[in-house]
């Protein structure tokens, strides 16, 4: 194992140095996968899900053209494989024409997609909730368009009969739709890493991303075992409605994707995704086998949904700290502090507690500006209000008022507090250092809440005595 760990990173330097080796092994995957759908494959041309479409979106997306020549060649040797499998009559030239119409069918809408994608992602205003919403639509729509194009390929070619197209396009699509919006977002991780790209689906569920929680396993096999239980209940009960209880499994992947990370959270899903088509054919429950292609659909778009979850509680979280803080200061904002204050206010008139506001501003201001500059102003204002959020206790409430003005409420804070509050926030104030000669002061002006206060009354009383400060020489507390 030591061995291993330390020859990792020099194994996986020397495949990325040998583009040979990666684009090999690339075809060898490509050609793997297509076998996988083809396990499950319930009638001619349509399988339960078809995986060599999310391998082929998520390396033209993470690899761009580059990997045409690896993925038509790919497609051409498996007509060669398929014209023999299905025992059809067409010649070694039929053969290599179909395979080249197939693979340009195949790739075309899958790389026009891919290539939109990458549009959105390098986006500055690209979010992964707006991410997940493009990349789904963008797999529906090019799984839809390479559908119609691979199957006039292969009617062209003689591999599919024109009668067959009105039963073959709509599970040919949901299984191409499923094997995209499942297993792209696990495939482009995995290849982020051998192709290393300034722009890929990595940047959301990438290699960065590989941790999973200590529970994860279990998470893991309960979902699979309530997998398991579904279908079997189908294939007991053999009706249409008991299909449907595959949706159950929305729940547990929802669970996954709020609680792990996103590189987990797509093998989890494609590892469902993979047991569902599996247990289609060994529980033989074919005549459901529609219902199981949307299941899967839909069990992965709403675990790409749940992963924008957490990124929206953040962006929100981000706005409302936005919203409620000051950006110079970082203490909060004039609309918040005022909604905070009426808070306060109508809680300790309530609770007939007591409650006190208290207004500073800096005392000489303009001429530290003028003398100084304004660069220097906005530190002394910082700095003032990092020493007095130090002196005052988590339930006080400190806001920027405006200009070099601040307000501070105290709940359940006698007067006498409040004075003793102010002096020492007087006294932190003069031992700020910033230039020389500089000595930072403020004024103080309290108010006591009484009955029939709001914050206005409360804060003009305030404002008063902070003036009666100014007039009895300023760099002290007043009381109201």
């Known amino acids: ?28 995957l490509w050609l793997a996968v297509w076998m996988l759908g083809l396990l499950v494959e319930y009638t001619e041309h349509a399988s339960v899900w078809f995986p060599a479409a999310g391998l082929t979106f998520a390396a033209l997306f993470i690899v761009g053209l580059r990997i045409l020549p690896v993925l038509l060649l790919a497609c051409v040797v498996i007509t060669f494989w398929t014209v023999h499998y299905y025992q059809l009559q067409l010649t070694s030239w039929q053969t290599l024409q179909g395979g080249f119409l197939f693979g340009l069918a195949h790739i075309v809408p899958y790389y026009l997609g891919s290539q939109l994608l990458r ?37 062209f070619a003689g591999m599919m009969s024109i009668s067959a197209v009105s039963a073959t396009w709509l599970p040919f699509w949901v299984g191409d739709m499923a094997g995209v919006i499942v297993l792209a977002p696990l495939f482009a991780a995995i290849l982020s890493v051998f192709y290393p790209a300034t722009t890929s689906l990595g940047q959301f569920v990438g290699p960065g991303q590989r941790f999973a929680s200590r529970y994860f396993i279990y998470k893991l096999l309960l979902n699979l075992v309530l997998l398991s239980l579904a279908m079997l209940l189908a294939n007991y009960a053999d009706t249409p409605e008991s299909a449907f209880a595959i949706f159950f499994l929305v729940i547990p992947h929802m669970w996954i994707a709020c609680t792990e990370s996103a590189f987990y959270t797509t093998l989890s899903v494609a590892i469902s995704s993979f047991a569902i088509a599996l247990l289609v054919n060994i529980f033989a429950l074919m005549d459901y086998v529609m219902v199981y292609q949307f299941a899967i659909v839909v069990i992965g778009a709403n675990a790409l949904f749940g992963l924008a979850v957490p990124a929206l509680m953040a962006s929100n979280n981000q706005l409302r700290l936005v919203a ?25 008139l309530q609770q007939d507690e007591p409650l006190c506001l208290m207004v500073f501003d800096i005392d000489h201001f303009k001429q530290i500006n003028d003398k100084y500059g304004h660069s220097t102003g906005d530190q002394v204002l910082l700095h003032a209000c990092q020493q007095a959020q130090q002196i005052l206790r988590p339930a006080d409430v400190i806001g920027r008022y ?45 108010a006591a809440l009484q009955p029939g206060d709001s914050f206005r009354s409360l804060f003009e009383r305030a404002d008063a005595a902070l003036y009666r400060a100014k007039q009895q020489g300023r760099s002290q507390v007043a009381w109201h």
């Not at 803080?325 to 502090?337: E, F, G, N, P």
Request: aromatic content about 6%.
């Open 1 to 28: 194992m030591p061995y291993q760990a330390e020859n990792a990173p020099a194994l996986l330097s020397w495949l990325r140095s040998s583009v040979l080796l990666r684009h090999s092994l690339l075809f060898i």
């Open 119 to 155: 549009r959105l992602a390098i986006t500055t205003q690209c979010t992964l909730p707006l991410f997940v919403i493009g990349f789904i639509l963008l797999a529906a729509s090019s799984a839809l368009i390479a559908t119609w194009t691979v199957i006039a390929a292969l009617v």
């Open 324 to 348: 409620s803080t000051d950006s110079l200061t970082r203490v909060a904002s004039r609309d918040y502090l005022q909604q905070r204050s009426e808070l306060e206010i109508s809680r300790s």
């Open 402 to 446: 405006g200009g070099d003005e601040f307000v501070v409420i105290l709940p359940n804070t006698a007067k006498e507090a409040v004075v003793a509050i102010g002096n020492r926030i007087i006294e932190r104030l003069q031992q700020i250092e910033l230039a020389e000669q500089l000595t930072v002061s403020a004024s103080f002006g309290v």
